[in-house]
């Protein structure tokens, strides 16, 4: 499937908004793929794979076995380079620029190189930003960084734009798998209004009212993972 970010971009002109559903390859059964396709939300535009830590092969096993049931863009969310898989449609390349180790920084971006060297996914440069959503996350044990606290809205537009500014095509403001709180609607609004590229909110969004508000705020695109698992909106 080619040209997702452009088709991203053009939705987005015409003031469409977009729902991804992430699945975690970890907790996924690949034998109810079927089923987990025919219980997704009304409105899911893409689906997102990933996390931060999965076995090796889980990822493309997860990404083979949803493609069979849908049409939807299907899009790595990788934790590391292991996660790469040619069965998917693109990847966000992930930066996690909110924090301040090398190895999410760029070392697991260098790793992932021989891979999607002659790879067909579609790469979108993406800065991710880690907010804190009230309680230790997977990715911030995973990397070792610190969420930037809620508080510190200046603080997270500036690395959002520094994320723009060095050639991110997508800033994806992250509260964290199981977050208690979702990233603010004031932080979703400043960086809304300093950055000229697509937006991105995910973690701790569990109801419909969660939804519609990170969206009024300016999300573009809206990622939610537990409250899927957990059985969908409330």
């Known amino acids: 499937m080619n040209g997702l970010y452009s088709q991203l971009e053009a939705k987005l002109a015409s003031g469409e908004k977009q729902l991804a559903v992430l699945i975690d390859p970890d907790?996924?059964?690949?034998?109810?793929?079927?089923?987990?396709?025919?219980?997704?939300?009304?409105?899911?535009?893409?689906?997102?794979?990933?996390?931060?830590?999965?076995?090796?092969?889980?990822?493309?096993?997860?990404?083979?076995?949803?493609?069979k049931?849908?049409?939807?863009?299907?899009?790595?969310?990788p934790g590391s380079h292991t996660q790469i898989t040619d069965a998917a449609d693109g990847i966000l390349f992930l930066s996690l620029i909110s924090g301040r180790n090398p190895e999410y920084l760029i070392e697991q971006q260098?790793?992932?190189?021989?891979?999607?060297?002659?790879?067909?996914?579609?790469?979108?440069?993406?800065?991710?930003?880690?907010?804190?959503?009230?309680?230790?996350?997977?990715?911030?044990?995973?990397?070792?960084?610190?969420?930037?606290?809620?508080?510190?809205?200046?603080?997270?537009?500036?690395?959002?734009?520094?994320?723009?500014?060095?050639?991110?095509?997508?800033?994806?403001?992250?509260?964290?798998s199981g977050a208690l709180k979702p990233v603010s609607e004031e932080i979703v609004g400043e960086v809304?209004?300093?950055?000229?590229?697509?937006?991105?909110?995910?973690?701790g969004i569990r109801s419909r009212e969660q939804l519609e508000r990170a969206f009024k705020a300016g999300a573009d695109l809206v990622v939610i993972g537990t409250a899927f698992e957990n059985g969908g909106l409330n």
């Open 27 to 67: 907790k996924f059964n690949d034998t109810e793929a079927e089923e987990f396709i025919k219980r997704l939300p009304e409105g899911v535009t893409h689906i997102f794979v990933g996390g931060s830590t999965v076995e090796d092969e889980k990822t493309a096993l997860s990404v083979t076995a949803v493609k």
């Open 69 to 77: 049931y849908t049409n939807l863009p299907v899009i790595l969310f």
């Open 110 to 176: 260098v790793r992932s190189v021989q891979k999607l060297r002659d790879s067909k996914l579609e790469i979108i440069p993406t800065g991710y930003v880690l907010i804190d959503g009230g309680k230790e996350c997977a990715v911030q044990r995973v990397s070792n960084t610190r969420p930037i606290p809620q508080t510190e809205v200046e603080t997270v537009v500036h690395t959002s734009l520094a994320g723009q500014f060095s050639g991110k095509k997508l800033i994806y403001l992250e509260a964290g």
């Open 192 to 203: 809304k209004k300093a950055i000229n590229i697509p937006l991105i909110v995910g973690g």
